[in-house]
T-cell receptor
Framework: AQTVTQSQPEMSVQEAETVTLSCTYD???????LFWYKQPPSRQMILVIR??????QNATENRFSVNFQKAAKSFSLKISDSQLGDTAMYFC????????FGAGTRLTVKP | NAGVTQTPKFRILKIGQSMTLQCTQD?????MYWYRQDPGMGLKLIYY???????DKGEVPNGYNVSRSTTEDFPLRLELAAPSQTSVYFC????????????FGPGTRLTVL
């Protein structure tokens, strides 16, 4: 079974600075999808960014970008120009036949 | 579009009671899912459905049942509530081919005492 590991339970960053959240996964498949979801205190799950494994180019969405290293099975999320509204739990997820989530990283953006 | 809606938002059950968590989506998605999120953890898949009349078990199905009689609705049934089922429950939907993006409901916080 696929597993997703987020090794940083908590992180903090100063407003306007850059932070990188780590994610590794384990799979023997070659085609799959990877996602980062944000969960603010409201509990709503919000898609931040997605990556198809067959695409070599790293996905980017405004201030959010990923570093996808397929051989290393690594999928980190970089948040640039951090904002107070970025404070949330961030979940890495792997999808092949079903979706597997990591345990999450609690990110706090400090003013 | 309301997206994915869930009712109730909160519920407290006594051990052994039963209840149904409701989930409705108005995006005409074929795929629907039920997850549970325990404190400090990520989401785990309970059941999923790829279309009306078709359901399948996920990672943690024990103690739950589902049905899918329409495209829009995917209720989750707890027959004999146990304290281990205290969790936040999320329903989600997706349409195959659309990058497999799942759209989530707001969640139901369930406490079993």
């Amino acid at each position: 079974a696929q597993t997703v590991t987020q090794s940083q339970p908590e992180m903090s960053v100063q407003e306007a600075e850059t932070v990188t959240l780590s994610c590794t996964y384990d799979t023997s498949e070659s085609n799959y999808y990877l996602f980062w979801y944000k969960q603010p205190p409201s509990r709503q799950m919000i898609l931040v960014i997605r990556q198809e494994a067959y695409k070599q180019q790293n996905a980017t969405e405004n201030r959010f970008s990923v570093n996808f290293q397929k051989a290393a099975k690594s999928f980190s999320l970089k948040i640039s120009d951090s904002q107070l509204g970025d404070t949330a739990m961030y979940f890495c997820a792997f999808m092949r036949d079903d979706m597997r989530f990591g345990a999450g990283t609690r990110l706090t953006v400090k003013p | 579009n309301a997206g994915v809606t869930q009712t109730p938002k909160f519920r407290i059950l006594k051990i052994g009671q039963s209840m149904t968590l409701q989930c409705t989506q108005d995006m005409n998605h074929n795929y629907m899912y039920w997850y549970r999120q325990d404190p400090g953890m990520g989401l785990k898949l309970i059941y999923y459905s790829v279309g009306a009349g078709i359901t399948d078990k996920g990672e943690v199905p024990n103690g739950y049942n589902v049905s899918r009689s329409t495209t829009e609705d995917f209720p989750l049934r707890l027959e004999l509530a146990a304290p281990s089922q205290t969790s936040v429950y999320f329903c989600a939907s997706s349409q195959p081919g659309q990058y497999n993006e799942q759209f989530f409901g707001p969640g139901t916080r369930l406490t079993v005492l």
